[in-house]
């Protein structure tokens, strides 16, 4: 199976409909070969866009993943990836952090690029994502930085991450973005009510949506508010052929009209299907409404 591409925003880039996160990688305990082997069988299933951070897996994700690539480097050609940057984490790789803090000024943001496209082995990025709104970022210094980024051939396009509508906006004038990547599920429905995926609708940039599974929440919880939630989706899953619950919450944010794109986490491949077959169901407004009232506890007002 293989899923066509869709445009991020009417400017590109091309993306897969769902989308590979990377996060929880060193997790897997992989060697190289079967590591390159999920990289694979996500591509086979269409998802050909990978989420990396430079800090995922404490600065070591993307050199997980680089190194699976260097078994087949021609993969290159059929994915594109994303990277973030912008987070300092304390840790032993980078002995300069003595606190966690943001840093988007031009040194940071070109380090970080360039360290990313070493560990990746790779010669561009597809997509640079700002991780998280730093309260000292400076946009003009950004935005030129990023224009430089692009001049020099190393990151095609920019977006933002967990950026409130006022600090997207700020930067989109300044520098054309393509997304916001942002939490949502049935367990955190912020952006519903707080002007981003608005935004998001009102620009023509397509979310992409992280924890989509509330982390692992939706499964693992023991919460009076997760069993309902879990109760709707399954229900629903009946209703839908058998689909999972995880399908069910995919189909739920799939649902919303920005056209949302979800990012999977799983280092499973069953759970990676259980994603895209979301792309085939779609939700009634009541039914969607249903999953909100089971997660908000009471109805709308
Ligand atoms: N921009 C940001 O600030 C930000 C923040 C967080 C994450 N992200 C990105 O978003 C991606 C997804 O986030 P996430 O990992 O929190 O997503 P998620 O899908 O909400 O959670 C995935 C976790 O749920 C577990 N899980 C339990 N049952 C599952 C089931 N039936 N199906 C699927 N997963 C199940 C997975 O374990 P198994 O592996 O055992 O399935 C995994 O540990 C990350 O990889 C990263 O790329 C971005």
């Known amino acids: 199976m293989s899923l066509p591409t869709v445009l991020l925003a009417p400017h590109g880039p091309r993306v897969s409909p769902v989308i590979a996160g990377c996060w929880r990688m060193g997790e897997w305990n992989q060697t190289a070969a079967p590591r390159l082997g999920w990289i694979e069988q996500a591509l086979d299933l269409g998802l050909s866009t990978f989420d990396h951070a430079d800090i995922y897996g404490g600065y070591t994700v993307e050199a997980l993943f680089g190194q699976a690539l260097a078994l087949r480097p021609a993969l290159r050609e059929r994915m594109q990836i994303v990277s973030k940057c912008g987070i300092r984490l304390v840790d032993a790789r980078r002995p300069a952090h003595a606190i966690k803090s943001y840093d988007t000024s031009a040194a940071h943001v070109t380090a970080s690029v360039d360290a990313s496209l070493a560990a990746l082995g790779c010669g561009h990025l597809d997509l640079l994502l700002i991780h998280r709104p730093d309260a000292l970022t400076d946009p003009d210094e950004l935005a030129e930085v990023c224009q430089r980024l692009r001049q020099a051939g190393k990151v095609r396009h920019f977006g933002v991450s967990n950026h409130r509508p006022s600090q997207l906006a700020m930067l989109h004038r300044r520098l054309p973005l393509v997304t916001n990547q942002i939490e949502l599920s049935p367990l955190q429905l912020a952006a519903l009510d707080d002007g981003t995926l608005d935004q998001c609708l009102d620009l023509g940039l397509r979310p992409m949506i992280w924890s989509p599974l509330g982390g692992g929440r939706l499964f693992s919880a023991d919460d009076a508010r997760a069993a309902r939630v879990r109760e709707v989706l399954a229900q629903l899953g009946r209703q839908h052929g058998g689909a999972s619950v ?56």
């Open 246 to 301: 995880a399908t069910m919450a995919f189909a739920w944010i799939l649902r919303h009209p920005s056209r949302p794109l979800p990012l999977t986490g799983s280092g499973r491949i069953e759970a990676l299907r259980e994603a895209v077959a979301a792309l085939d169901v779609r939700l009634s407004a009541e039914d969607w409404y249903r999953v909100w009232q089971a997660s908000t506890g009471h109805e709308v007002p």
